[in-house]
């Protein structure tokens, strides 16, 4: 049967890209259904939801989606742009991307960051006289809904919470400070989450040929989380022999990202640390116009670019995004239906076009964004997805 996919266009430069990757998934013969799926800012400035119960009808049913790009902002902002009947509702913002992970489950998310040859944003590193530019293969492996990304939060504090965490003694230089003058993120981990993050690390990394996963936290400060993280990977790696599990800190971590980035293969970590982690390896093979991730749970999958909507682009004509991350996010979700050979098809054109060079975005020309980029040589994105497609023919 074919799969029916729920695309989710989203805000900003999210249905740009999603249009263009949909145009390469018809383009390499990916036979499958679309239903549109509604989700972003818009829905939550007009009817005070970002995530309508529809959308997560859709994907409950049909198990696989495609998502553009979110906008979210600071917690004043939000509240301003709200339609004014809904604001004495007492109507709280919350991101609509982690409301769709926890919503579904989509507790274990997949970052790839991959060289591709040519690319001119490359990293690249001085070797003696010269330089040398070598060749990253990184997966970040992220708990993807709880951390400090759980939403459990504060502020100001309610009475009860303040009692509760009244009696932690690390709280007594606080003694002093008005509840109203206080705010409180809590970094909440499970253990049956953290196990599951770690086995789809280890299963990857047998997958990939990789002989090491990477644990990365901060372990002298986050203790009692990191802990359960470290043991949680402790007893999967026990099943998964001649595979190492080994610890860094995230700031080691990313000082070790400048100097050697290609010895890591597949990093584990919770979600504020993946988050940073994946967006960093992203920096070194082009940036986010290339970062892509899989969401997953057990039965489901929503595989998006890992960039904002980026609005000041949105509504510039022609559009002058690139396109790529949504097109690799969509091979993503192309393997994951077991078309592994159309998913390989589609990497492999992308491939092609940034090594032959003749078509860039604005991006990978290294110039600002702004309307007079293609008078400068810039391709559109219609362009770039062009190339693509005709590598795909």
């Avoid at 595989?303 to 609005?311: D, K």
Wanted: charge should be neutral; charged fraction near 20%.
């Amino acid at each position: 049967m074919k799969p029916t996919v729920v695309v989710m266009p989203g805000d900003g430069i999210g249905p740009v890209v999603v249009r263009e990757a949909l145009r390469v998934l018809d383009a390499a013969g990916f036979e499958a259904s679309y239903v549109h799926g509604d989700i972003g800012w818009q829905l939550w400035c007009s009817e005070g939801d970002p995530l309508p119960e529809a959308t997560v009808e859709l994907l409950q049913r049909h198990r696989l989606g495609l998502l553009g790009a979110v906008t979210s902002k600071p917690k004043h902002q939000a509240q301003a742009e709200l339609a004014e009947p809904l604001r004495r509702q007492g109507l709280v913002y919350r991101s609509a991307v982690l409301a769709l992970r926890q919503r579904l489950g989509l507790d274990v998310a997949l970052r790839p960051s991959r060289t591709f040859e040519g690319n001119p944003l490359n990293f690249v590193r001085r070797r003696g006289e010269g330089l040398e530019e070598p060749t990253l293969d990184t997966t970040v492996v992220m708990q993807n809904t709880e951390c400090l990304y759980s939403g459990v939060e504060w502020g100001p504090l309610p009475d009860g919470v303040r009692r509760a965490l009244d009696a932690h003694p690390q709280m007594r230089p606080f003694d002093a400070v008005a509840s109203s003058d206080l705010a409180v993120s809590a970094r909440v981990l499970s253990r049956g989450a953290c196990e599951r993050a770690a086995r789809a690390a280890f299963a990857l990394a047998r997958r990939s040929g990789a002989d090491t996963v990477t644990l990365c936290d901060k372990w002298g400060v986050m203790r009692e989380t990191g802990a359960l993280f470290l043991e949680a990977a402790q007893t999967v790696a026990a099943g998964f022999p001649g595979i190492a599990l080994e610890t860094t800190n995230i700031d080691a971590q990313v000082m070790w990202l400048t100097q050697k980035p290609e010895r890591f293969r597949v990093v584990l970590a919770s979600a504020l640390v993946g988050d940073i982690l994946s967006d960093g390896f992203a920096g070194l093979v082009g940036g986010l116009g290339f970062a892509h991730a899989a969401n997953l749970a057990e039965g489901c999958a929503v595989f998006e670019p890992v960039h904002g909507s980026a609005p000041k682009y949105a509504e510039l004509e022609p559009a002058i995004v690139n396109p790529l991350a949504a097109i690799l996010a969509a091979a993503m979700l192309v393997e994951h239906t077991g078309d592994a050979q159309c998913a390989e098809r589609i990497r492999r054109a992308v491939r092609e076009v940034v090594r032959d060079g003749r078509v860039r975005t604005f991006d990978l020309l290294r110039l600002p964004g702004g309307p007079d980029v293609v008078s400068r040589g810039a391709a559109t994105t219609a362009q770039m997805t062009d190339a693509v497609i005709a590598r795909l023919r």
